[in-house]
């Protein structure tokens, strides 16, 4: 087939589970044999050189359209006299839109895929003109709802509720405008269920299952890493830090907390306190990983399901999560990871993996057998290519 991919950045380098998820995708559709072309905004927050683009996506045909996508306050305040939500607004270029229907006049595409909700900016000119499938990381509107839930301003709580409430709007109406939607994880395919007859398929992320590499458990050191530009990440990591970090360090002041992430940068403020080291961003994820330790996902705002902790799974990290932080996954808390969501349990659990080093290395050798029953990326993408089959044909 003929498949056209529009996204709303490219996703490079692979340092978030969106870019990761993103690029993992286009690889599988080019590798089974699909002539691909990956339509997308280059913006500027998450500018990718040409040079770049070129070596990286060689699979696959290109087409880059540059946009800068910045949150300007004077756009925000004025978005409230609208009726749509600021953050899809950002994504609507006519001119981006005029360069979509050039390509679909030029070239003759069986399916377009639309990766990711911002990337429905485009939905108007691709619905009826071949099958569209929706490609769903997330339920954005839970995602900001959580977020504005544990908002300390209430203007800004108050701004976020207005934006939720369209934002629902629009995610409930392109779930509607689509042939169908692939969920990423088992909660939001069922929420997908409830709000659109189309058809759905959960398609749990594949992740490269590791031979080698495996962690080198550190007794005393803990570490998280996301993409410090995601706002439930900010929130996530100050919320251990200020209510779960000082409980550990009493009963371990050597422990040490490693943290990276892309967009971090190394003198934040935020992030001088005892025992934290900040690593900014980090140029190898999985090296990083391997050698600091047990794995924090401090997630209080989310859906889909958080790519990093899979990785981490994957290499037979012990992980400790928010219950938020592991949704989507099929796990059971003492086994595979560790759950808790109060301060003081997640503190404990912790400790728990500190003061018992055999426990936390019979958990990461759980919690690779669970990566490799659950994603493995040439079974999930199989049965991912006969759903795009049977929902075009």
Request: hydrophobic share 40%.
């Amino acid at each position: 087939m003929k498949i056209l991919v529009v996204g709303n950045r490219f996703p490079w380098p692979l340092h978030d589970g969106g870019a990761i998820a993103s690029y993992r995708l286009l690889r599988s559709l080019s590798a089974a044999g699909n002539d691909v072309v990956f339509f997308s905004f280059n913006t500027v927050k998450h500018q990718v050189s040409d040079e770049t683009i070129a070596s990286e996506f060689s699979f696959c045909k290109t087409v880059s359209v540059p946009l800068n996508a910045e949150v300007k306050p004077f756009d925000a305040l004025k978005n409230i006299f609208t009726s749509q939500s600021y953050f899809l607004e950002r994504y609507v270029q006519p001119n981006s839109q005029a360069q979509l229907k050039e390509l679909i006049s030029s070239e003759k595409f069986d399916l377009a895929i639309i990766e990711g909700f911002y990337s429905s900016a485009f939905s108007q000119v691709l619905i009826g003109q071949f099958p569209v499938i929706y490609r769903a990381h997330n339920l954005e509107h839970q995602i900001w709802q959580r977020l504005a839930n544990n908002e300390s301003s209430w203007v800004k709580r108050a701004y976020l509720n207005i934006q939720v409430r369209r934002l629902k709007k629009e995610e409930i109406e392109l779930l509607n405008q689509v042939n169908a939607t692939i969920a990423i994880s088992p909660s939001d395919a069922a929420v997908f269920e409830e709000l659109s007859p189309k058809p759905v398929h959960l398609h749990l992320p594949g992740v490269e299952i590791q031979i080698n590499g495996k962690s080198k458990l550190q007794p005393q050191s803990l570490f998280h890493l996301g993409s410090m530009e995601w706002d439930a990440n900010q929130q996530g990591v100050e919320w251990f830090l200020r209510k779960v970090w000082p409980l550990v360090l009493s009963e371990h002041p050597d422990l040490t907390f490693h943290l990276a992430g892309k967009g971090l940068q190394k003198n934040d403020p935020r992030y001088f306190q005892q025992g934290v080291m900040n690593h900014g961003e980090v140029k190898d994820a999985r090296e990083f990983m391997i050698h600091h330790g047990i794995c924090i996902v401090p997630i209080l705002a989310g859906s889909g399901i958080r790519m990093k902790l899979l990785d981490a799974m994957n290499y037979g990290i012990p992980c400790v999560s928010t219950y938020v932080g592991a949704q989507g996954l099929k796990v059971e808390s003492g086994k595979h990871l560790e759950l808790a969501d109060n301060p003081k349990e997640f503190a404990a659990k912790i400790i728990g993996l500190l003061n018992d080093r055999l426990k936390a290395i019979q958990m990461g050798k759980n919690a690779t057998e669970y990566i490799q029953e659950n994603h493995n990326p040439v079974i999930n993408f199989d049965r991912l290519n006969q759903f795009i089959v049977s929902a075009t044909s």
